[in-house]
């Protein structure tokens, strides 16, 4: 639970003084986009290589310490991208010239050229792509990162009620971590399966009546402050000199890339 | 009579149609009158609070609030919902309910903001209340990483902001720390001298002697059993101990037992 929680919610490395954190929220965005758009368009792995050095390189200059950052990147690889690439390099998926072949269980596979290749560009996107989102969303904070969803036309209400979800999730897991310490504290740490399962949908039940009830209260909350169905929000963004720079800089890599 | 901020005559009131929460309540409330209720749980004082903030609405009797009545029709009209919401504010019982934006000020420019103020002065009411509460250090925290104390200021800068004539309290320092405790009746007693009128909710006795200016006494039947002033009231030990709002305590020095009255 505390590692789910570290590792979506902490706003520990958006709140340091680095190079990333001190951009404008929507400029950074929009620079990281126009990144994501040179990774999905781009054939050339070596290309590739030099966005994900791009990436690497503003960690450090955002003070990201590197075991941290690659270790959150590499950890989603094998799941967005590894079970795929792998029989991509066989002949029986990319036909092409042989390379070498290997015995599995009594099968011999043909590892081909055009299968490898494919593979290793497919793996090299995924992961650049990864290390930019992955900066993006540790260097910023959470409301920074809603906010910005504005600038995108992204209707207000729609906004509101992420924000509220991501808010009140904590609420829950509070809830949650502490109904698990009372079972825990009273039964021990050793359940039946019956008894379990009937601890767990009367956990459910309550956690759904909760949640009701919450929500009946923020809405009189809201109402008490004003609300009348149309949220109104200080947007408080402000661009400097370095972040005109900064698109600047990614508009030509853009450009030149392509 | 007519200048009352508040006029409750014979208000009736339940849940779901079968939990009664107030039964037969009269209350007059004059503007800038501190007011305080008292009573055990589950007497209907969140739900009086509730009702005075145009939240939810009388089952039987009548509510005004400045002279006009209070009902589910006259909230329809946008102009008189944001002219009543100026004029009243109210912190809730439980900060989590009342914090929901992303950040604490984003909760507390909030209401403002719904009700039109001008941006230039949202952001000067900010920094003086923020600096009045000294809470300039958590503005950019989310609510899920502040203490319960922390909450309560969010929760009260979010609706003093607003700068309401009426501001109502439900059990404000309900579970905190005496030094928060503390803090937060000293925050109330400025907005004494202001010329507000102030409806607090609570069980603390001590914070229901220092502030007001009247107290009801809510049985658990739901219904005013006494109202006077806070020596008249508190003085009362009969009254309190039967609305469960005092205990006698029974404890030991040395070899001698003492048995007396406890107020909390």
């Known amino acids: 639970m505390s590692f789910f929680k570290d590792s979506v919610f902490s706003d520990e490395n958006a709140s340091k003084n680095g190079f990333l954190q001190s951009l404008d929220p929507r400029i950074k965005t929009i620079t990281f986009l126009l990144f994501l758009v040179q990774i999905l368009l781009t054939r050339n792995i070596f290309i590739l290589l030099c966005l994900y050095a791009v990436s690497v390189l ?76 992955v900066l993006l969303n540790i260097t910023t904070k959470h409301f920074e990162l809603l906010k910005v969803l504005r600038i995108f036309k992204i209707p207000q209400i729609f906004v509101m009620t992420l924000g509220m979800c991501y808010r009140y999730i904590f ?38 009546q909760r949640s009701y009830q919450l929500n009946e209260d923020v809405y009189q909350a809201m109402l008490s402050r004003g609300y009348n169905g149309e949220p109104l929000v200080l947007n408080n963004f402000k661009a400097g000199w370095q972040d005109w720079l900064w698109l600047l800089c990614a508009l030509t890599i853009f450009i030149t890339i392509r | ?55 939810i609405f009388p089952d039987q009797g009548t509510i005004k609030a400045f002279g006009e009545n209070l009902n589910e029709n006259v909230f329809a009209d946008e102009n008189f919902s ?17 914090l929901f934006c992303p950040t604490a000020q984003e909760d507390i420019i909030f209401g403002p903001l719904q009700l039109g103020m001008e941006k230039g002065e949202i952001e000067n ?69 202001s010329g507000k009128t102030i409806i607090i909710s609570t069980h603390d006795l001590h914070l229901a002697e220092e502030i007001s200016d009247i107290i009801y006494v809510f049985s658990p039947e739901k219904r005013i059993v006494k109202c006077g002033k806070p020596e008249e009231i508190l003085n009362d030990g009969q009254l309190l101990h039967d609305n469960n709002l005092i205990h006698i305590h029974r404890h030991k020095h040395k070899d001698t037992t003492h048995i007396h009255p406890h107020l909390h």
Not at chain 1, 97 to 107: Q, R, S, Y
Not at chain 1, 108 to 133: E, K, Q, Y
Request: aromatic share 8%.
């Open chain 1, 171 to 208: 609420l829950f897991i509070g809830i949650i971590e502490n109904t698990h310490l009372a079972v825990k504290s009273r039964v021990g740490i050793k359940i039946r399966p019956k008894k379990g399962q009937r601890i767990v949908a009367s956990n459910i039940t309550s956690l759904w």
């Open chain 2, 125 to 193: 009411r900010l920094e003086e209340l923020a600096g009045i509460l000294n809470l300039k250090h958590l503005l950019d925290r989310p609510p899920h990483q502040l203490s319960v104390g922390e909450k309560r200021k969010v929760a009260l800068a979010s609706t003093l902001i607003i700068n309401p004539e009426v501001l109502i309290l439900d059990e404000p320092t309900a579970g905190l720390d005496p030094l928060t405790t503390r803090h937060i009746i000293d925050l109330l007693v400025p907005a004494d001298g």
């Open chain 1, 58 to 133: 503003l960690a450090c200059f955002s003070k990201i310490r590197l075991g941290f950052f690659l270790k959150r990147t590499w950890v989603f690889i094998p799941l967005f991208s590894l079970f795929i690439a792998i029989p991509a390099i066989f002949s029986i998926f990319t036909p092409g010239e042989p390379l070498t072949t290997v015995k599995i269980a009594g099968l011999t596979l043909i590892i081909t050229r055009p299968g490898l290749s494919g593979a290793a560009l497919f793996i090299a996107r995924v992961v650049t792509s990864v290390s930019f989102v």
């Open chain 2, 82 to 98: 944001r002219n009543f919401r100026k004029k009243v504010g109210l912190v809730f019982q439980n900060p989590d309910v009342q």
């Open chain 2, 1 to 55: 009579m007519n200048n009352l901020a508040f006029e409750l005559r014979d208000i009736h009131f339940s849940y779901l149609g079968k939990f009664p929460a107030l039964s037969g309540v009269n209350i007059n409330i004059r503007p800038g009158e501190k007011v305080t209720v008292i009573g055990a749980n589950g007497s209907g004082k969140s739900t009086l609070l509730h009702m005075l903030d145009g939240l």
